[in-house]
């Protein structure tokens, strides 16, 4: 699962996605509160997110998985160069950091 507000960086990793793994079936979502949806009745095998997105961000969105003890790999992949958002990523228990 893809989760980012910009549909070129959706793109381009959705395209890396499925040239190393066909088989996988890969959804995205520019839009937090309709990935949540989705989460609810699904269950991804990874979420690679993005943290700056209107609304609902990255961060908001992590805090509700793990309100909701929702068990899923998570990747933050973001532009940020503020450290305090690495800070407050690795404070959930659900996420891997790279």
Known sequence: ?????????IKVHQALIRSQYKEKQVVFFNNPDN?????????PDLILLDL???NV????????????????????VSSSVDPSDKIIATS???LKIL
Not at 35 to 43: E, F, Q
Not at 57 to 76: H, M, P, R, S, W
């Open 35 to 43: 990935a949540l949806d989705y989460i609810r009745h699904n269950k």
């Open 92 to 94: 959930f228990l659900l």
């Open 52 to 54: 700056n997105m209107p």
């Open 57 to 76: 961000d990255g961060l908001q969105f992590l805090k509700v998985l793990e309100d909701n003890k929702i068990a899923i790999d998570v990747f933050i």
């Open 1 to 9: 699962m893809l989760i980012d507000d910009d549909l070129m960086t």
